[in-house]
């Protein structure tokens, strides 16, 4: 008679979640050598790229002219809300993109083999009795 030991793999969604987010976060690398923030900010620098006067702005977004200065002197600030930006880049014909960038990869490399090793060593047995 053939029966099988099933043995529990232990964490291996969590690791296999784990590996996922370290992708998603070492694809923000392509990040790491984008722009700097320009001196006045991205919302006035696309803002005179497209030759648009503050008040033009204002009127997409339904602000006052005085709201999208103070907009734009807050982004150099840092200290706009995420959701101001994105208002913001919507109006201006532009997509928002926020990322944090690893400094350092987050080992992602190597650690996909090593999970499915793992596994295949975690396959049922087969006990001969």
């Known amino acids: 008679m053939v029966s099988f030991r099933i043995t529990k793999p232990k964490n291996t969604v969590r690791s296999m979640v784990r590996e996922q987010y370290k992708e998603i976060a070492n694809s923000a690398a ?3 050598n984008a722009a700097a923030i320009p001196a006045e900010g991205w919302v006035r620098t696309i803002r005179k790229a497209l030759d648009m006067s503050g008040a033009q702005l204002a009127e997409r977004l339904n602000l ?3 709201r999208i200065s103070i907009l734009e ?9 995420i959701n101001q930006l ?3 880049a919507d109006k201006l014909g ?6 944090l960038v690893p400094k350092k990869e987050a080992n992602l490399g190597c650690n996909m083999f090593r999970v499915r090793e793992k596994d295949l060593k975690r396959l049922p047995t087969c006990d001969w009795v």
Do not use: P
């Not at 002197?73 to 809300?81: D, M, S």
């Not at 532009?94 to 990322?99: E, N, R």
């Open 86 to 88: 994105k208002a913001l």
């Open 30 to 32: 392509s990040f790491k």
């Open 94 to 99: 532009c997509d928002f993109t926020y990322a």
């Open 64 to 66: 006052s002219r005085n």
């Open 73 to 81: 002197r807050r982004e150099v600030e840092g200290e706009i809300t």
